[in-house]
């Protein structure tokens, strides 16, 4: 058996007149993140993690902001070629570990739906999919409620 581990880690700045995404959810709050697409930080770190485990270089090098074609792109539909790549390499998810930074706002109501909306896109089990929030204490950028960043890990096996 291969077995291959890759980690991941993001940050999008927040900004007035966006829509806030987290692990494919919507959630209610007064600012969203800036980004040129979706901004959907934690699945940008969950997707470097899925490349970073085959070696696939990262989310800006196939999906790159100067495209016009994903501009505002939904990043689910990001993942779900992420996934791709690794079916089409042989490689299937054993499992992967998501943690959220965010001061705010309040996660935890919206953990359920973004494991089950994960384990949607990569097509494995919610019990082998992990999201984490937590606050740096208010210390730092995240602190201050200037963004969010979003730190991930994911472990791929092959049968050989
Ligand atoms: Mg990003």
Redesign the pocket.
């Known amino acids: 058996m291969d077995i291959r581990s890759g980690n991941g880690f993001?940050v999008?700045r927040f900004a007035p007149d966006r829509e806030l995404w987290l692990c494919g959810v919507k959630i209610p709050y007064e600012l969203g993140l800036l980004?040129h697409s979706d901004?959907d930080?934690a699945i940008?770190a969950l997707c470097d993690a899925l490349l970073g485990a085959l070696a696939l270089r990262d989310?800006g090098y196939h999906f790159p902001d100067t495209a016009e074609e994903y501009r505002g792109v939904d990043s689910r539909v990001l993942l779900r070629k992420v996934v791709s790549m690794i079916e089409e390499r042989g490689y299937s998810i054993s499992n992967v570990d998501v943690t959220i930074i965010a001061q705010a706002p309040k996660l935890l109501p919206h953990i359920p739906q973004m494991i089950a909306t994960l384990a949607d896109d990569m097509k494995i089990a919610p019990d082998r999919v992990s999201v984490k929030a937590t606050t740096t204490e208010r210390l730092g950028f995240t602190g201050r409620k200037e963004g969010i960043a979003t730190q991930a890990t994911a472990l791929l096996i092959k049968a050989l």
Do not use: F, K, S
């Open positions: 993001d999008h980004g901004a930080v940008h989310i």
